[in-house]
């Protein structure tokens, strides 16, 4: 139970792996929506207007990577049926009253008709001028913009295209409920400065996905985005990548026992990592993936993006500074530093919490009853917090998270790592900010577990005279 404390205890501290960001710095905000249809095998560059719409639609699970490579092509028919799954899934839980789902209208993969499937997903419900029709409802969703000389409607709809209305349009009922997740956030002033604090739980569950306008609009509307580690940086990303394979010439067989080894590898081979791959990883770093992967259920997007990379997604496709107030290298050396033994043992736990109740065989009854409360427990945990972070309930989540108790009576090696001169680091980054001259509005996004507490950075900035508020729920 308390290796299982320290493992839930890390989404609230560290950074995740990078997913998706724009891949040029060239963006634009134009206010159409009409890409030129193509179908040559080498997809053209993403459109300037169409990177607004990467974070979202990739986060809520509109479209994956082929998104690059087949954004100007024509929607299919499979693509489309995903869209409307989860505009679907996402008006489900938006609690809006439910009516009789009555008409009939032309679904194919034009403009018009992919209008009229998003369409038929929001007639069940008694949205504000949903009878006005599919056109007329679109467009005063401004779901739909056109090109300035009309809607094209006729015209086969790109899946970039058909991306963006489904994506516009959960936004737009999301806001007009006054709806989504609100984060756990606060606001540092000082100097003229305003510093907006966002703590992150480094996972994607319990319907995360859209974020409220309010917190998205915070995102847009900062000079400068600040993570525990810059997502964008390729040299970051290659030399934390090197430090989780072995380079002496040993492989994983080497450090761990035997039978451990072929349960790492078979609970891979499914995943499609053959055993050659499995074996150049050190137990930390699959340690890390079995964490990432059992913190996922059935709540999760497609794309699983944590909610710290959505936020670097959304600051650098509106072309805003991102930088990183950790290095890959310090957060690589927290797990590579652990004995053997400990990262042995780490990554026995992870792939027990990854397999679940599978993992129990052998055990006897009183043993199974003992891990199957430790799951349950370990799932609670994190839906309490998912749930503090949508709804901003700060004080629930400081209560929540045992941080100051864990560190003033930890024996655990990688506990004492996870929080040794962290927030000092995280406090000072935050000083010099607002110390700076001018009047400048940026935001801080790290682990939750970094915000709060007797050594956390609320309460470290608050201690050198800066006002820090929670930012009311609107």
Same mark, same amino acid.
């Given at each position: 139970?308390?290796?299982?404390?320290?493992?839930?205890?890390?989404?609230? !501290?560290? $950074?995740?792996?990078?997913?998706?960001?724009?891949?040029?710095?060239?963006?634009?905000?134009?206010?159409?929506?009409?890409?030129?249809?193509?179908?040559?095998?080498?997809?053209?560059?993403?459109?300037?207007?169409?990177?607004?719409?990467?974070?979202?639609?990739?986060?809520m699970?509109?479209?994956?990577d082929?998104?690059?490579t087949?954004?100007?092509k024509?929607?299919?028919?499979?693509?489309l049926?995903?869209?409307?799954?989860?505009v679907a899934?996402?008006?489900?839980?938006?609690?809006?009253?439910?009516?009789s789902n009555?008409g009939?209208?032309v679904?194919?993969?034009?403009r018009?008709?992919?209008l009229?499937?998003?369409?038929?997903?929001v007639?069940?419900?008694?949205?504000?001028?949903?009878?006005?029709?599919?056109v007329?409802f679109m467009?005063?969703?401004?779901?739909?913009?056109?090109?300035?000389?009309?809607?094209a409607?006729?015209r086969?709809?790109?899946l970039m295209e058909?991306a963006?209305f489904?994506?516009?349009?959960i936004?737009?009922?999301?806001?007009?409920?006054?709806a989504g997740?609100?984060?756990?956030?606060?606001?540092?002033?000082?100097? $003229?400065n305003?510093?907006?604090?966002l703590?992150?739980?480094?996972t994607?569950?319990?319907?995360?996905?859209?974020f409220?306008?309010?917190?998205?609009d915070i995102?847009?509307?900062?000079?400068?985005?600040?993570?525990?580690?810059?997502?964008?940086?390729?040299e970051?990303i290659?030399?934390?990548?090197?430090?989780?394979?072995?380079?002496?010439?040993a492989?994983?067989?080497?450090h761990i026992?035997?039978?451990?080894?072929?349960?790492?590898?078979?609970?891979?081979?499914?995943l499609?990592?053959?055993?050659e791959q499995?074996?150049?990883?050190k137990?930390?770093a699959?340690?890390n993936?079995?964490?990432?992967?059992?913190?996922?259920?059935?709540?999760?997007?497609?794309?699983?993006?944590?909610?710290?990379l959505?936020?670097?997604?959304k600051?650098?496709?509106?072309?805003?500074?991102v930088?990183?107030?950790?290095t890959?290298?310090?957060? $690589?050396s927290?797990?590579?530093?652990?004995?053997?033994?400990?990262?042995?043992?780490?990554?026995?736990?992870?792939?027990?919490m990854? !397999?679940?109740?599978?993992?129990?065989?052998?055990l006897?009854?009183e043993?199974?009853?003992e891990?199957?409360?430790?799951?349950?427990?370990?799932?609670?945990?994190?839906?309490r917090?998912?749930?503090?972070?949508?709804?901003?309930?700060?004080?629930?989540?400081?209560?929540?998270?045992?941080?100051?108790?864990?560190q003033a009576?930890t024996?655990?090696?990688?506990?004492?790592?996870?929080?040794?001169?962290r927030?000092?680091?995280?406090?000072?980054?935050?000083d010099?900010?607002l110390?700076?001259e001018?009047?400048h509005?940026?935001?801080m996004?790290?682990?939750?577990?970094?915000?709060?507490?007797?050594t956390g950075?609320?309460?470290?900035?608050?201690?050198?005279?800066?006002?820090?508020?929670?930012?009311?729920?609107p």
């Amino acid at each position: 139970m308390k290796r299982l404390l320290t493992i839930l205890l890390a989404l609230g !501290l560290l $950074g995740s792996t990078p997913v998706m960001a724009a891949e040029s710095s060239a963006l634009g905000a134009e206010g159409n929506d009409v890409v030129v249809t193509t179908d040559t095998a080498k997809a053209a560059p993403i459109p300037a207007w169409a990177y607004q719409e990467l974070a979202d639609g990739y986060a809520m699970g509109l479209f994956g990577d082929e998104i690059y490579t087949e954004h100007n092509k024509t929607v299919t028919q499979t693509q489309l049926d995903k869209l409307t799954e989860v505009v679907a899934d996402k008006l489900a839980v938006l609690g809006v009253e439910q009516r009789s789902n009555a008409g009939s209208f032309v679904l194919d993969t034009t403009r018009g008709g992919v209008l009229n499937a998003l369409y038929m997903e929001v007639l069940p419900y008694a949205f504000p001028g949903i009878d006005a029709g599919p056109v007329e409802f679109m467009r005063s969703m401004k779901v739909v913009r056109g090109d300035g000389t009309g809607l094209a409607l006729d015209r086969p709809c790109t899946l970039m295209e058909a991306a963006a209305f489904a994506g516009r349009l959960i936004l737009n009922l999301y806001d007009q409920q006054n709806a989504g997740s609100l984060g756990l956030l606060w606001k540092a002033e000082g100097n $003229g400065n305003t510093l907006y604090l966002l703590g992150s739980i480094h996972t994607d569950r319990s319907n995360l996905y859209p974020f409220h306008k309010q917190l998205r609009d915070i995102i847009t509307g900062s000079e400068l985005a600040a993570f525990e580690l810059d997502f964008n940086s390729q040299e970051g990303i290659d030399e934390f990548t090197a430090m989780q394979v072995y380079s002496d010439g040993a492989t994983l067989k080497d450090h761990i026992d035997p039978e451990l080894y072929q349960e790492v590898v078979g609970a891979l081979a499914p995943l499609g990592m053959p055993e050659e791959q499995v074996a150049q990883l050190k137990p930390w770093a699959l340690a890390n993936s079995f964490t990432a992967l059992s913190m996922l259920d059935e709540t999760s997007s497609d794309n699983a993006m944590a909610l710290d990379l959505y936020v670097s997604a959304k600051a650098a496709n509106a072309g805003i500074s991102v930088e990183g107030v950790e290095t890959y290298a310090f957060q $690589g050396s927290i797990f590579d530093n652990l004995s053997d033994e400990y990262q042995e043992n780490y990554l026995a736990m992870t792939l027990s919490m990854y !397999l679940g109740m599978d993992a129990a065989e052998g055990l006897s009854e009183e043993e199974k009853a003992e891990y199957e409360a430790a799951l349950k427990e370990q799932d609670e945990a994190v839906d309490r917090w998912m749930e503090q972070w949508k709804t901003r309930d700060t004080e629930g989540f400081a209560k929540d998270y045992p941080k100051d108790d864990i560190q003033a009576n930890t024996t655990d090696e990688l506990n004492a790592k996870l929080f040794e001169g962290r927030d000092p680091n995280m406090i000072a980054w935050a000083d010099r900010y607002l110390k700076q001259e001018g009047s400048h509005t940026g935001l801080m996004t790290v682990g939750a577990g970094h915000m709060i507490g007797k050594t956390g950075i609320v309460q470290g900035l608050k201690d050198l005279g800066y006002t820090v508020e929670v930012v009311p729920v609107p």
